[in-house]
């Protein structure tokens, strides 16, 4: 699975597809059911992720963030994608391969997000599986990081069974809702085993 070319601002992309998910950049099509998900999902994220800004949820700042992720990507900075279930195109959540740093370094950041009404079925566990393979056999990336709070048991879970290492704590590491957490962190290499199978729900 791979994304063979990156859609520029309101182009839609080749997608990566996964097992029965596909990811693909976002466009202002998706406005409705991105707006729906998130807002449905408010309470059920907001513990995790930084405060939302108070125009968060507009068409103005969703065509914003369609933008700027367009040059994110097509500076080869960040690559964000909605996540998708196959069938009937359902938005799931999102996925991001964000501080992309090349050279010796050769290594992202993975984040994501996944709507309260997909939780816990196994899509983001699916989707981060596509996510890597085209963050190594595409980008050719070496290393992918992810930070997860130490409460968040369902995110410490998804990233050990997609072959994660934990190496260390962070103390104070992001601003999640209006404070600064204590984070745990982790990374896999591309040399690393990873699941040949899909991992059970997640």
Not at 19 to 40: H, I
Not at 71 to 76: A, G, I, N
Not at 110 to 127: H, I, Q, T, V
Not at 165 to 184: M, S, V
Request: charged share 25%; aromatic share 12%; proline share 6%.
């Amino acid at each position: 699975m791979a994304l063979f070319r990156i859609g520029g601002y309101g182009e839609r992309a080749i997608p990566i597809r996964g097992e029965g998910v596909y990811l693909r950049g976002a466009d202002m099509r998706d406005f409705p059911a991105w707006v729906d998900l998130r807002e449905r999902s408010r309470a059920f994220l907001t513990p995790w992720e930084p405060t939302w800004p108070l125009d968060d949820l507009t068409r103005a700042s969703f065509r914003y963030r369609v933008r700027r992720h367009a040059e994110e990507m097509s500076r080869d900075e960040a690559y964000s994608f909605l996540v998708f279930r196959e069938g009937d195109d359902a938005l799931l959540g999102g996925l991001t391969l964000g501080h992309v740093r090349r050279g010796v370094s050769q290594s992202a950041t993975l984040g994501y997000w996944m709507g309260e009404p997909f939780a816990g079925k196994g899509y983001m566990s699916r989707a981060v599986r596509g996510a890597l393979e085209y963050a190594f056999a595409t980008q050719r990336l070496h290393r992918i990081e992810a930070a997860c709070l130490p409460t968040n048991v369902a995110s410490l879970r998804l990233l050990e069974r997609n072959g994660f290492k934990r190496e260390g704590y962070a103390r104070a590491y992001l601003n999640i809702n209006g404070q600064w957490r204590d984070h745990l962190l982790f990374a896999l290499l591309d040399s690393d085993p990873r699941p040949l199978r899909p991992p059970s729900p997640g």
